[in-house]
Structure formats: structure tokens, C-alpha cells
């Protein structure tokens, strides 16, 4: 069965760093797009950051430019999302997903066969 397990959330300080961790089993994250995802209290879930299968292209929501990288590690089937300088606004559950296809064409989640249980993320001093 393919599936994700992510882990790493916490609460954290305003200014402080955390990195999420996304490791897929039942099959391999250098053939999908994969992205993260978050959904506030309250909000609906809105696409953060995603990598394509080869690692060659990513890209980042406005409000996170700067301050959220996107990796992945092959050797450990892991997608990680190093988050710095995290603000309040971060705060929430955090999800990974992979798109059915090598190459990412946006964050409409309909287009997301595999979805992890998600992590959650406190921002707050």
C-alpha cells in the first residue's frame, strides 16, 4: 500500500526553524511530484511548496519565498520541508502528497493520488 508518514511538527518561537519530514512507502518520491500542503484552523488547505520527480524544479507559495525549502532524499525515500524564520500565520497541519505524474503542474488537490496523515505545526510564543 502506498502512503506517506510525516513527522517533525511541533511548537515553535516566531523567528524559530523547524523541518518536516515525509517518508513515502509502496513506492518511490523521485517518480512523483511531491508538495506540501497545510491547512490552518478555520481555513481551507492551500498548497505550500512542491518538487518535481527529478528534483530539477520547485516552487514555493509567495508567503513562504525566502523562508521554506523544499528537498528530498532519494536514498531515504524522504521529502523534507526546512522551515526558517516561521511566523503565526504558519501555524497548521501539515501534509504531504505526491502527484501522479514526474512533472508538477500546480496544487489543485484532486490531482494528488497519495496523502499522508499530516503534522502539526504551532507557531507562538
Known amino acids: 500500500q502506498s502512503q506517506f508518514v510525516e513527522s517533525g511538527g511541533g511548537l515553535v518561537q516566531p523567528g524559530g526553524s523547524l523541518r518536516l519530514s515525509c517518508v513515502a512507502s509502496?513506492?518511490?518520491?523521485?517518480?512523483?511530484?511531491i508538495a506540501w500542503f497545510r491547512q490552518a484552523p478555520g481555513k481551507e488547505r492551500e498548497g505550500v511548496s512542491w518538487i518535481s520527480g527529478n528534483g530539477g524544479s520547485t516552487n514555493a507559495r509567495d508567503s513562504v519565498k525566502g523562508r521554506f525549502t523544499i528537498s528530498r532524499s532519494n536514498a531515504k525515500n524522504t521529502v523534507y520541508l526546512q522551515m526558517n524564520n516561521v511566523k503565526p500565520d504558519d501555524t497548521g497541519v501539515y501534509y504531504c502528497a505526491a502527484y501522479g505524474r514526474y512533472y508538477c503542474s500546480g496544487y489543485v488537490e484532486s490531482d494528488y493520488n497519495y496523502w499522508g496523515q499530516g503534522t502539526q505545526v504551532t507557531v507562538s510564543s
Open positions: 509502496g513506492f518511490t518520491v523521485n517518480t512523483y511530484c
